[in-house]
């Protein structure tokens, strides 16, 4: 039962943490619907004020590739890479083998 994972961190701007993690929050919204999509979730860092962490869990590997080409999603990566003060931490992929919630 493989899955495919991503979680990453993306460090924004001074005091722009919270605009980041809301523009990450439509864009869960956008690609929940999304064919493989099983999990998008968008944390604050309790210990560093600047940090958001986006942890995901799909189908396949390919089902994450084609939510980035649902409309509105390219727009909304346009308004977030402002915010960021360095170039995300998005790298650490994951073979998911199961665990309560992942079906």
């Known amino acids: 039962m493989n899955k495919y994972g991503l979680h990453g961190k993306l460090t924004a701007t001074s005091e722009n943490a ?43 590997k390919t089902d994450h590739q084609n939510s980035l080409q649902i409309d509105g999603v390219k727009e909304l990566i346009s ?4 915010l960021l003060s360095e170039k995300p931490e998005l790298g650490q992929e994951l073979t998911i083998l199961g665990g309560y919630g992942i079906k």
């Open 79 to 82: 308004e977030a890479i402002p």
């Open 18 to 60: 919270q605009k980041l993690a809301d523009i990450l929050i439509i864009a869960s919204q956008l690609i929940s619907t999304a064919k493989g999509c099983l999990l998008y979730m968008v944390s604050l860092d309790e210990t560093d004020p600047n940090s958001v962490w986006v942890t995901e869990a799909w189908d396949s």
